[in-house]
């Protein structure tokens, strides 16, 4: 009978390629759900208009942008991290998490505040439509002042992942897609 390897000692005691065999399909798999919240939004939005179809791909710059910064931050949030934990530092990883969930909450705020004041006049260098100015403000404001959710998942999948658990990254992404879901007919 093969014996479980410790998450955190699984870097030291299998080869690259058995953690790349058990990292990697988990992973694939949440960006894979990841990539198709836009789709999902695409497929309700153009059920109901071409302007806010229209409206919908003026913001997606945006939305890229709010992803590609909780996947920086990920990303170094990731790697120290497992550094501290590969140190047996487990006050330095701690401290490395928090700080992390400290900056995703900084970025949200910087989002906040773009979705609170901006989202219209952003709206308003792309488009003279009033209809597509308004609603594209609206949705804007909506998916930058809601991302939180996506921040907050990003710390807590980069922490899990950092740790070792491949599989909590995938649960907590299909969660974000299952509420996606429900939320974008409203």
Request: net charge negative.
């Amino acid at each position: 009978m093969e014996r479980a390897v410790p998450a955190e000692n699984l870097f030291d005691l299998e080869s690259v390629g058995a953690v790349l065999l058990r990292i990697a399909p988990p992973v694939m798999v949440a960006q894979l759900i990841q990539s198709l919240y836009n789709i999902v939004d695409s497929y309700f939005v153009g059920q109901f208009s071409g302007d806010g179809l229209t409206a919908l791909s003026i913001i997606y710059p945006i939305q890229l942008i709010v992803t590609a910064i909780a996947v920086g931050t990920g990303v170094g949030v990731n790697a120290l991290l497992s550094r501290r934990l590969g140190e047996q530092d487990r006050a330095g990883a701690s401290a490395v998490a928090m700080n992390g969930v400290f900056v995703y909450l900084l970025s949200w705020l910087v989002f906040l505040l773009f979705g609170l004041f901006l989202a219209r006049p952003f709206m308003g260098f792309f488009t003279c439509d009033p209809l597509i100015t308004d609603y594209g403000g609206i949705y804007l404001s909506i998916v930058t002042c809601c991302s939180v959710g996506i921040t907050m998942q990003f710390a807590t999948e980069r922490i899990l992942l950092a740790s070792g658990d491949p599989l909590g990254p995938m649960i907590i992404q299909g969660i974000g897609a299952v509420v996606n879901l429900i939320l974008d007919p409203l």
